[in-house]
């Protein structure tokens, strides 16, 4: 299994300031044939359902606000919020669909400083 | 829109089978991948496997002892068995529709049902 882990597990940050969340693969999720990174990031407040935010490591869902970014290839990862806004507080996963069985980082909570 | 809905039992005796099903409306179940995806209360998130809709299922080696998944396109929907539970798979469990560009990440979710394994 393809391991995922994130840091940090937690993060304050101010509002309109900027937040980084970090994931990292065990293995390289990046498929040569067709040069993309098979990694996805999620947004779940509490009590809700996980949401999609960027899936092929930086490609932005529909609807998703343009101050959330991603970035990063191989093994490597980086989900930025540029400027923190107070609905943004949540938990945030990173996940590999590059190979079965699917795996998802530990997550990481976000908060306002 | 498609919408997702799961349904089952809330509470489970351990030793005993889960049974979910997850209802498919807005849109043909016999398209796409479908998966199940589960949340231990307070924790992360575990891949439990999916069906496509020929019926090619793969399952989280973890879990794959225990796990059927199946279609059911009469009714639109797909489900999930879980045999000889115990409290360590008190979750609240997800279904979700793969997207069009890989089945591994979803296109739309269900809102997730709690299941609890307890006497």
């Known amino acids: 299994d393809i391991v995922m882990t994130q840091s940090p597990d937690s993060l304050a940050v101010s509002l309109g300031e900027r937040a980084t969340i970090n994931c990292k693969s065990s293995q390289s999720v990046l498929y040569s044939s067709n040069n993309k990174n098979y990694l996805a990031w999620y947004q779940q407040k509490p009590g809700q359902t996980p949401k999609l935010l960027i899936y092929?490591?930086?490609t932005r869902e529909s609807g998703v606000p343009d101050r959330f970014s991603g970035s990063g290839s191989g093994t490597d990862f980086t989900l930025t919020i540029s400027s923190l806004q107070a609905e943004d507080v949540a938990t945030y996963y990173c996940q590999q669909y590059y190979s079965t069985p699917y795996t998802f980082g530990q997550g990481t909570k976000l908060e306002i400083k | 829109q498609v919408q997702l809905q799961e349904s089952g039992p809330g509470l489970v005796r351990p030793s005993e089978t889960l049974s979910l099903t997850c209802t498919v409306s807005?849109?043909?179940?016999?398209?796409?991948?479908w998966s199940w995806v589960r949340q231990p209360p307070g924790k992360g998130l575990e891949w439990i496997g999916f069906i496509y809709y020929t019926g090619t299922t793969t399952y989280n080696p973890s879990l794959e002892s225990r796990v059927t998944i199946s279609l059911d396109t009469s009714k639109n929907q797909f489900s999930l068995k879980l045999s000889s539970v115990t409290a360590a798979d008190t979750a609240v469990y997800y279904c979700w529709r793969g997207s069009a560009a890989h089945g591994g990440f979803p296109s739309f979710w269900g809102q997730g049902t709690l299941v609890t394994v307890s006497s």
């Open positions: 807005g849109g043909s179940i016999s398209t796409y991948y």
């Open positions: 092929w490591a930086s």
